[in-house]
């Protein structure tokens, strides 16, 4: 949450308008952390209010996460969408907006909003605003060290955003590729080298694939989207390694931007991200900074997501085995509401979200 103000504000409407004995209710439905099931009410109140002011106000808010609906999944993903709200807390909700309503207007005015009505970030807002407080710790699990990443775009050509497919498999010029082809020595990979356990983390891309077949409608599997990985990689070549993203050409995901996990096939256990198509989905859209290349509302979406899981797939490939905060975030869930940047990839730039750093207790992006 930018404004502390408005926080404040709606803090007090909580207290005033939701018993201590529904607190723990209202916490569940907006629960940050798929591990514990816990969030605290500050936060709730945070990803509340950046949902109001996005609905009700159309001023810039940052993207948000929330309850995953695949529990054995990490989600990004919007915090208060129509389709996932809770009758229940509407009472709650209305003092809540009366509140965020009379705090947040003068508020307003100082906020550049880069696309008028989307859920697009402020661009002068602190690039230490983090979602939980706190340092990763380190659970002892795996972490991916040297990772061969591959693009699997699922869904027919024509329904995905228009920038962000490659010219072919070998293409690492255009779409999201050349984002993946891009980490490789990167300043951005290198905030976790931190976490590699006195080594570096290295990527390289591998390939493209396509399947022009229609992918699942609602909340794909992790045994679904690890089925369609071995399906056109071949089971037999499947690399532990291996991190590969599918992206959706529709967005399937109903209240989240994009999860990673990992799958097991034939006895071969590989990192997995879930990138569907977020077009036009406002809370998962990054906006647009001044000077950011030209791409379409629906890339820049998509190619947050990626660095977002892609991150906490090198980091934490198991969902909560390795480096995670003691309330369960990752590296990007930590930095999921901080201010973007234009981050220099290799070979490109790319409008990106920051990364936790244990070095700084603070957001990085190098």
């Given at each position: 949450?930018?404004?502390p103000?408005?926080s404040?504000?709606?803090?007090?409407a909580?207290?005033?308008a939701?018993?201590?004995?529904?607190?723990?209710?209202?916490?569940?439905?907006?629960?940050?952390?798929?591990?514990?099931g816990?969030?605290?009410p500050?936060?709730?109140l945070?990803?509340?209010?950046r949902?109001?002011?996005?609905?009700?106000?159309?001023?810039?808010?940052?993207q948000?996460?929330?309850?995953?609906?695949?529990?054995?999944a990490?989600?990004?993903?919007?915090?208060?969408?129509s389709?996932?709200?809770?009758?229940?807390?509407?009472?709650?909700?209305a003092?809540?907006?009366?509140?965020a309503?009379a705090?947040?207007?003068?508020?307003?005015?100082?906020?550049?909003?880069?696309?008028?009505?989307t859920?697009?970030?402020?661009?002068?807002?602190s690039?230490?605003?983090t979602t939980?407080?706190?340092?990763?710790?380190?659970?002892?699990?795996?972490?991916?060290?040297t990772?061969?990443?591959?693009?699997?775009?699922?869904?027919?050509?024509a329904?995905?955003?228009?920038?962000?497919l490659p010219?072919?498999?070998?293409d690492?010029?255009?779409g999201?590729?050349q984002e993946?082809s891009?980490?490789?020595?990167s300043?951005?990979?290198?905030?976790?080298?931190?976490?590699?356990?006195?080594?570096?983390a290295?990527?390289?891309?591998?390939?493209s694939?396509?399947d022009?077949?229609?992918?699942?409608?609602?909340n794909?599997s992790?045994s679904?989207?690890?089925?369609?990985?071995?399906?056109l990689v071949g089971?037999?070549?499947?690399?532990?390694?291996?991190?590969?993203?599918?992206?959706?050409?529709n967005d399937?995901?109903?209240?989240?931007?994009?999860?990673?996990?990992?799958?097991?096939?034939?006895?071969v256990?590989?990192?997995?991200?879930?990138?569907p198509?977020?077009?036009?989905?406002a809370?998962?859209d990054?906006?647009?900074l001044?000077?950011?290349p030209?791409?379409?509302?629906?890339?820049?979406s998509?190619a947050d997501?990626?660095a977002?899981?892609?991150?906490?797939?090198i980091?934490d490939p198991k969902?909560?085995?390795?480096?995670?905060?003691k309330?369960?975030s990752?590296?990007?869930?930590k930095?999921?509401?901080?201010?973007?940047?234009l981050?220099?990839?290799?070979?490109s730039?790319?409008q990106?979200?920051?990364?936790?750093?244990n070095l700084?207790?603070?957001?990085?992006?190098?």
């Amino acid at each position: 949450m930018k404004s502390p103000r408005v926080s404040f504000c709606a803090l007090c409407a909580y207290i005033i308008a939701v018993p201590r004995k529904n607190r723990s209710i209202v916490a569940r439905i907006f629960s940050l952390n798929p591990i514990s099931g816990r969030s605290s009410p500050f936060v709730v109140l945070q990803r509340t209010v950046r949902s109001l002011q996005c609905r009700w106000l159309q001023i810039m808010c940052p993207q948000s996460i929330g309850p995953a609906s695949n529990p054995q999944a990490f989600m990004h993903f919007p915090s208060f969408r129509s389709r996932s709200a809770t009758i229940g807390v509407v009472g709650a909700l209305a003092a809540i907006a009366i509140a965020a309503i009379a705090c947040a207007a003068p508020e307003a005015a100082s906020i550049h909003s880069l696309r008028t009505g989307t859920a697009a970030r402020p661009a002068q807002a602190s690039p230490t605003k983090t979602t939980t407080p706190g340092n990763l710790i380190d659970h002892g699990g795996a972490v991916v060290r040297t990772s061969t990443i591959s693009a699997i775009f699922w869904g027919p050509t024509a329904n995905f955003p228009s920038d962000a497919l490659p010219a072919n498999s070998q293409d690492v010029s255009t779409g999201l590729p050349q984002e993946l082809s891009g980490f490789s020595g990167s300043g951005y990979l290198g905030v976790a080298n931190q976490y590699m356990r006195n080594s570096i983390a290295a990527t390289t891309f591998g390939r493209s694939y396509f399947d022009g077949s229609a992918p699942p409608k609602n909340n794909p599997s992790i045994s679904a989207i690890g089925g369609e990985v071995a399906k056109l990689v071949g089971a037999q070549n499947l690399q532990p390694n291996g991190i590969y993203v599918v992206y959706t050409s529709n967005d399937g995901a109903n209240g989240y931007c994009a999860w990673h996990d990992q799958a097991s096939v034939n006895g071969v256990t590989f990192q997995i991200a879930y990138v569907p198509n977020t077009s036009g989905v406002a809370l998962c859209d990054p906006g647009m900074l001044p000077g950011a290349p030209n791409r379409t509302e629906g890339t820049r979406s998509m190619a947050d997501s990626t660095a977002h899981e892609l991150m906490e797939a090198i980091t934490d490939p198991k969902p909560g085995a390795s480096w995670v905060d003691k309330n369960g975030s990752e590296i990007g869930d930590k930095c999921e509401t901080a201010t973007e940047s234009l981050v220099p990839l290799t070979g490109s730039t790319w409008q990106l979200q920051p990364e936790w750093s244990n070095l700084v207790s603070g957001c990085a992006s190098a």
